[in-house]
């Protein structure tokens, strides 16, 4: 007899329990769900770790702050209907994120689109809705108030800035330096000027938005980038046409994915907001403060699942062969934008307490050696018609694959 033993995952990875052998996903056993699903491979994002997700955040943050879902990290249209019952706007980043945030039943009001190389029609698009536009560029400020002309309504804009200062260790910087995102702070008073031409009937101002970077774990980086972004939107207060009512600090908030990592520590983000929402009642009176996120809102409640096809050895390396891959799962891959390859979260999802443990390579069946799920990691013994679960997958996953690349089906995605 071999003692049972509780598998060691690798980041922490307690988002979904574990109930007789099997990880539970929507409060069903991985297996019930597949036959439910009827294929894999399939993306699924939990409900109520979506929910469980706001409401932590909610508790640590200062009521005044409003938060906004960035739907490019997931724009799976149910679950950005789901969120929009959660959070307080949307923020999109093209004409066909609209949509779906306005089919989610979003308040136009609580919409914003930001985004580089915004299209005079999605600018159109945009104005007709009555949602907030980020402007980017000097050629949108000229392209928003000849639309608003040609509709009769007034354009709601804030301006995008980019700043002068970098947000520390984040996975992707946004801002700071050259960057095609934004108007660069030194730019921004005769951007606003030109907006305060055009006069408010045509360019209704609102506001700053400030975006540095994405996936940072640090709070001290957080809390600093917030802190710098909050005194130069201050500063370019003073070149405003109208009072800031809109003050966008951006997000960045990380998830950890790799060995080591370690959730975010909100607590220190929250008592900062806290000090800049004082703040700001005094020096912009007049103005919400929004915070924006993407994958810290829904990358830790999405599982990606595969079915293990073939089990083969070469020279003495393992290989599981599973039905989903790059394809689907880029970032998984390591293909997404990592300098360096490193291993999602990765686990047998019907084998969750396992007698045997072994070492092995998941690949997925695209012929390219980029086709790597999982690089010589322990796993629970796995045979073909096992369930490969990829942890940390509700952001960045489906969307930002490229599925057409050799022709396999497209994944299902469900939310439950
Ligand atoms: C991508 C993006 C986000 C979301 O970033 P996350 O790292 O997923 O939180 C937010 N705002 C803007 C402007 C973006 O481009």
Known sequence: MVAEKVLPMH???????????ELMVGGMP????AARVGRTPFYAYDRALLERRVGELRAALPPAIKLHYAMKANPMPALVCHMAGLVDGIDVASGGELKVALDAGTDPHEVSFAGPGKSCGELRQAVAAGILINIESFREIDELAALSQELGLPARVAVRVNPDFELKSSGMKMGGGPKQFGIDAEQVPQALAEIGRHGSSRLAFEGFHLFAGSQNLKAASIVEAQCKSYELALRLAAHAPTPVRFLNLGGGFGIPYFPGEQRLDLAPIGANLAALVQRAGVELPAAELVIELGRYLVGEAGIY????????????????VVDGGLHH????????????????????????????????????PLCTPLDLLADRMELARAEPGDLVVIFQSGAYGASASPQAFLGHPAVVEVLV
């Open 305 to 320: 699942v595969t079915r293990v096809v073939d089990r083969k050895l070469s020279r003495g390396q393992l290989f599981l």
């Open 329 to 364: 799962h880029l970032s998984a891959s390591g293909n997404f934008g990592q300098v360096i390859r490193k291993n999602y979260p990765v686990t047998i999802g019907n084998h969750m307490v396992a007698p045997e443990m072994e070492i092995a390579t998941v690949v997925g």
């Open 30 to 33: 991985l297996t019930q769900l």
């Open 11 to 21: 980041a922490p990875m307690n988002m979904f329990p574990v109930d007789a052998g």
